[in-house]
Structure formats: C-alpha cells, structure tokens
C-alpha cells in the first residue's frame, strides 16, 4: 500500500474488534471507523460516566454489534472475537486513570495486563484476524523528568500502578506476538499516545472534563499540578496514526509489528496551566482556576514523546496546534448545551479534521 495517510476505501468493509468502544477514545474511533464503511464490533464495560460520549453521540448507531462484558470473561471475550471473524482488533478498554489506580491497583493491575493477555489470546484462536494494535500510553516510560522527548526504545515503568500496568501490557505484546502471534502472520503492534483533549468527555480527573463541569456549574477549575507538563493533543491526532498504523499492519506485518509513539509538535507540549489559561478564554464568562489545597498522590512532572519513527516509517504527523484542539473541544460543548444533533456534529469534526489532515 504506498497510499499516505489515512485511506477510507481501506477501510471499507474491513470488520474491526474494537474493545473500550463505550469510550472517549473508542467511541470517536468508532464514528470515524463507521463514517468510512467499517463493521465495527464493539466490546466493552457500560460507559464510565453519565453523561458520556457514546451515549450522547449515538454511537450504537454505527456499530454491527455491541457487546457489554468485561475482558476478565476470556470465555466470553474468545466467543464474541469469533462470532465477530475480524480482520484487525484493536484493543483499547482499559482502566485509564492515574488517581484511580492508588484506589484500586489490583482492579488495575488485573484490567490492564489480564484483560490484555485475554484479548491476545482470544486473537489467537481467531484465525480471521491479520492484524492487532495494542493502545497504552506515554506514561509506560519509566519517567526520568528530563527535558527530552521519549523514543519506543527507551526504559519501560511507571511509578503509580496506572502507568506501570502499562508497561507491563506493552511486555506482555510484545512476548505474545513472538511467542505465538508472529509464526501465525499476525502483525500486532502498541500505540502510546499523548494526553488526549476532545468534547464528550466526562470522566473523573481528566483536566478536560473537570474544566468543563466546573465551568458548566459557574466554578473555578481546581488544578492539582499545575507546572507538570503534558503532550496535549485532540483525540483525533493519535486516532489517525492508529488506522494508518492497522493499514501497514495487513500489508506488512513483520516491518510495522512492535511499538509506536504518536504524540503532539512542540507547541502543544505545555504545563497544565497553560492549558486551563486557554480553556479559561475560549469559555469565556466567569470561568477561571485556582489551585488546590490538599495533599495531592505522586504524578509525573515532564513528559514529551519523540514521534520520529511515526513520522519517517509512517508519514503520520500531527495537524492541530493546541489551540485549535481546544477551540474544537469548547465547540463540541457549547453544541452539546444547544441540544444540537451530536453524532451528526461529532461526525462532521471529523471530516473537518481529515480534510485538514488530508492536505496537511
């Protein structure tokens, strides 16, 4: 395939496993897989907020099957991977939050690495499947707090149990694919992307959606860490080198199996304040941010990713400076406070992002 960038004919008819679909991240890869012709099967828990992005988006609609179960059900996991018979899987559910894992470790620990060596090995006795992309994060890297971005060689970590269960799901990939899944033909490779910004997200403790509640409420946004650094990006930027990754992945399993950063450019790779001083404008009216007070758990301060092998390997590459992430996340909002359509608002972000990143 020597076509660049995202391809929607590629797409059409492909039958995709998608795990997490109830998801923030799931939810909008779900529309884009549907708006191109994909057979989006869907595996996941209830979404983990009310509201939510799926709810509030329809995105049911698109899906071919949509099926709520947890991925510690391997019976239940190898039989609705099956019935599926797909081409690609693409495994996001996850438990995806930092606070959350001081809370319950174990309940982390077991969905994170367990839930992922159950769709491996669902994968492994599904013989429709060619390819499998692995999504964990940028905060796999055992963090040094230096000032240089982090390449996919590079340590695997993680302080908190959230970001070293992560880094235990990128070992476990990694020893499947060569034990079992590299022998049968399957590429399988993992995705570790920067912190994602987008409308529809209501989860707890994510900057976004704190932002927004508070706003919505007519109170200050709390910030806990206000100089940690962050990669920033729209949830659409990763989601593009995903499915241009499951792309060279069907044709060329061997040379595009393993793992992969897809982080922001420089200018989006700014401390939490900078990102909540933006929100603060583009929200207008009394919104604003005050820092909090108590005693806060053990968060990284600077992390950045280095996207040099997506973008030579791939010719992936982000498109949207953060602002412009930002504006189209207070659009979503302000929309969804209008009661305006929003699968039909969500699925028109989308084309706007790809024509952008068609002509980027």
Same mark, same amino acid.
């Given at each position: 395939?020597?076509?660049?960038?995202?391809?929607?004919?590629?797409?059409?008819?492909?039958?995709?496993?998608?795990?997490?679909?109830?998801?923030?991240?799931?939810?909008?890869?779900?529309?884009?897989?549907?708006?191109?012709?994909?057979?989006?099967? *869907?595996?996941?828990?209830?979404?983990?907020?009310?509201?939510?992005?799926?709810?509030?988006?329809?995105?049911?609609?698109?899906?071919?099957?949509?099926?709520?179960?947890?991925?510690?059900?391997?019976?239940?996991?190898?039989?609705?991977?099956?019935?599926?018979?797909?081409?690609?899987?693409?495994?996001?559910?996850?438990?995806?939050?930092?606070?959350?894992?001081?809370?319950?470790?174990?309940?982390?620990?077991?969905?994170?690495?367990? *839930?992922?060596?159950?769709?491996?090995?669902?994968?492994?006795?599904?013989?429709?499947?060619?390819?499998?992309?692995?999504?964990?994060?940028?905060? @796999?890297?055992?963090?040094?707090?230096?000032?240089?971005?982090?390449?996919?060689?590079?340590?695997?970590?993680?302080?908190?149990?959230?970001?070293?269960?992560?880094? @235990?799901?990128?070992?476990?990939?990694?020893?499947?694919?060569?034990?079992?899944?590299?022998?049968?033909?399957?590429?399988?490779?993992?995705?570790?992307?920067?912190?994602?910004? @987008?409308? *529809?997200?209501?989860?707890?403790?994510?900057?976004?959606?704190?932002?927004?509640?508070?706003?919505?409420?007519?109170?200050?946004?709390?910030?806990?860490?206000?100089?940690?650094?962050?990669?920033?990006?729209?949830?659409?930027?990763?989601?593009?080198?995903?499915?241009?990754? @499951?792309?060279?992945?069907?044709?060329?399993?061997?040379?595009?199996?393993?793992?992969?950063?897809?982080?922001?450019?420089?200018?989006?790779?700014?401390?939490?304040?900078?990102?909540?001083?933006?929100?603060?404008?583009?929200?207008?009216?009394?919104?604003?941010?005050?820092?909090?007070?108590?005693?806060?758990?053990?968060?990284?301060?600077?992390?950045?990713?280095?996207?040099?092998?997506?973008?030579?390997?791939?010719?992936?590459?982000?498109?949207?400076?953060?602002? &412009? *992430?930002?504006?189209?996340?207070?659009?979503?909002?302000?929309?969804?406070?209008?009661?305006?359509?929003?699968?039909?608002?969500?699925?028109?972000?989308?084309?706007?992002?790809? &024509?952008?990143?068609?002509?980027?």
């Amino acid at each position: 395939m020597e076509t660049l960038g995202v391809t929607p004919q590629f797409w059409m008819g492909k039958r995709v496993f998608l795990t997490g679909h109830t998801g923030i991240k799931g939810g909008w890869l779900s529309l884009w897989l549907g708006s191109m012709g994909a057979e989006v099967h *869907g595996y996941a828990l209830e979404a983990p907020s009310q509201p939510n992005f799926f709810s509030e988006s329809s995105v049911s609609k698109v899906l071919a099957s949509d099926v709520r179960a947890d991925l510690l059900d391997l019976t239940r996991l190898s039989s609705s991977m099956q019935s599926a018979k797909p081409e690609i899987v693409i495994h996001m559910a996850a438990q995806a939050i930092v606070r959350e894992s001081y809370v319950n470790p174990v309940g982390t620990y077991a969905t994170n690495v367990m *839930g992922t060596a159950h769709v491996l090995e669902a994968v492994r006795g599904t013989r429709s499947v060619q390819a499998v992309l692995v999504i964990t994060s940028d905060k @796999c890297y055992e963090n040094r707090e230096w000032v240089w971005g982090y390449r996919e060689n590079d340590a695997l970590g993680g302080h908190d149990p959230y970001s070293s269960s992560k880094g @235990c799901a990128e070992l476990l990939t990694s020893s499947w694919y060569r034990s079992f899944l590299k022998d049968l033909g399957i590429g399988v490779a993992t995705a570790r992307a920067g912190n994602v910004i @987008c409308g *529809g997200d209501w989860a707890a403790d994510r900057l976004v959606a704190d932002a927004v509640r508070a706003f919505m409420d007519n109170e200050s946004l709390v910030l806990r860490n206000p100089d940690a650094v962050r990669p920033w990006q729209h949830v659409l930027e990763p989601l593009a080198g995903y499915l241009i990754l @499951c792309q060279r992945l069907c044709v060329a399993p061997r040379e595009f199996s393993g793992a992969w950063n897809f982080g922001p450019g420089e200018g989006s790779i700014q401390p939490v304040s900078r990102l909540a001083d933006v929100l603060v404008k583009l929200w207008g009216g009394e919104a604003g941010w005050k820092l909090a007070t108590n005693a806060q758990p053990h968060e990284a301060v600077m992390l950045k990713l280095d996207c040099s092998k997506a973008r030579h390997r791939l010719k992936w590459h982000p498109v949207w400076s953060l602002e &412009k *992430g930002l504006i189209e996340v207070v659009r979503w909002y302000r929309a969804w406070q209008k009661n305006e359509d929003m699968l039909t608002f969500s699925l028109d972000q989308i084309k706007l992002y790809s &024509k952008e990143h068609e002509r980027a």
